[in-house]
C-alpha cells in the first residue's frame, strides 16, 4: 500500500502532531527516505495507492477500559 500526499502537507501534518522542535529531525528523514522509495522502486510496486491529501490524519487510538 502506498500512501501519496504532497512533502508540504506531510511536513505540515507531522509538525500539527508532533511539535515544531522536530522540524529539523523530520527534514533530514524525508531526505532519505524520498531517495530510498526512489532507489527501490516503492510506489511503483505498490498494489494499492491512496490519495493521503484526504485521509483523516488526526485519528487517535481510544483509551483502552
Do not use: K, Q, Y
Not at 500539527?16 to 523530520?26: C, L
Amino acid at each position: 500500500m502506498w500512501i501519496d500526499a504532497p512533502r508540504e502537507l506531510r511536513r505540515a501534518r507531522v509538525l500539527d502532531r508532533d511539535g515544531p522542535a522536530f522540524a529539523d529531525a523530520w527534514d533530514g528523514w524525508s531526505v532519505r527516505e524520498a531517495a530510498r522509495f526512489a532507489a527501490d522502486g516503492t510506489r511503483d510496486r505498490a498494489d494499492l495507492r491512496l490519495d493521503g491529501t484526504r485521509l483523516a490524519h488526526r485519528l487517535r487510538p481510544l483509551p483502552l477500559g
